[in-house]
């Protein structure tokens, strides 16, 4: 497809079991990001990859988070000993960073994550 | 760390009426202010952007307006219409960085 994909759409998990949520951005898009989003609240910044670069992880709430980029394309990210307080829509946006474009971000639908 | 402010966190206007969203940036860096629609079920989509060299860009219905000075930024939609309901955000970048931090969202609902 031409857009950003996220899977799973949806993910319901025990508390401290591991979930992993991956992100298939668009082609040729060389910064990929993932935000949070928690019922009726804004977009919470979790990390950031641009090319070959070290990712920006000022956004992860915990060392339970991480996430990688394999290939420059693909990201998965992984939480260990899920908490219910992680229950949230984990949000996938990609952009292409080239010269002085804007670098708009084009999003997923996310990944509803709840943690019972 | 650059932190945005974003008023109100629900709006409900007439249809036809305007909506005004305000956003605040904290790191005078920030030039980059884009704004985001976010439907149900949906991922946010770029509506509007402007950089901090312009005073304010209009695109139809809707315009955004960014006062450096007071770090405030603003966007209005006029002669709203039902299907302009949704979950609004702003944001700021800060210079030398792709790095996007939202504000938390205004709910914007146009009664027909």
């Known amino acids: 497809g031409a857009g950003v994909s996220q899977s799973p759409s949806n993910k319901v998990t025990e508390k401290g079991k591991d979930v992993e949520l991956r992100c298939d951005p668009i082609?040729?898009?060389?910064?990929l990001y993932w935000y949070r989003q928690s019922l009726g609240q804004g977009l919470e910044f979790l990390i950031y990859f641009q090319g070959n670069s070290a990712p920006d992880k000022s956004g992860l709430p915990s060392d339970r988070f991480s996430a990688e980029r394999t290939g420059g394309s693909v990201s998965t990210l992984t939480i260990q000993r899920t908490q219910q307080e992680d229950s949230a829509v984990y949000l996938c946006?990609?952009?292409?960073?080239?010269?002085?474009?804007?670098?708009?971000?084009?999003f997923g639908e996310g990944s509803r994550l709840t943690v019972l | 760390g650059e932190n945005v402010e974003q008023h109100p966190s629900t709006l409900s206007v007439q249809e036809g009426d305007s909506a005004v969203i305000k956003c605040t940036y904290s790191?005078?860096?920030?030039?980059?202010f884009p704004w985001y629609k976010q439907e149900l079920g949906k991922g946010p989509q770029l509506i509007i952007d402007?950089?901090?060299?312009?005073g304010e860009k209009k695109d139809q219905r809707i315009a955004v307006t960014l006062n450096k000075t007071a770090k405030h930024f603003s966007l209005h939609i006029t002669e709203t219409q039902p299907e302009d309901s949704a979950v609004y955000f702003c944001a700021a970048r800060y210079q030398g960085s792709y790095k996007l931090i939202f504000g938390s969202g205004t709910r914007l609902l146009v009664r027909p």
């Open positions: 402007i950089r901090s060299n312009v």
């Open positions: 082609s040729g898009h060389t910064a």
């Open positions: 790191d005078s860096a920030s030039n980059y």
């Open positions: 946006a990609s952009s292409l960073i080239a010269g002085q474009n804007t670098g708009e971000l084009f």
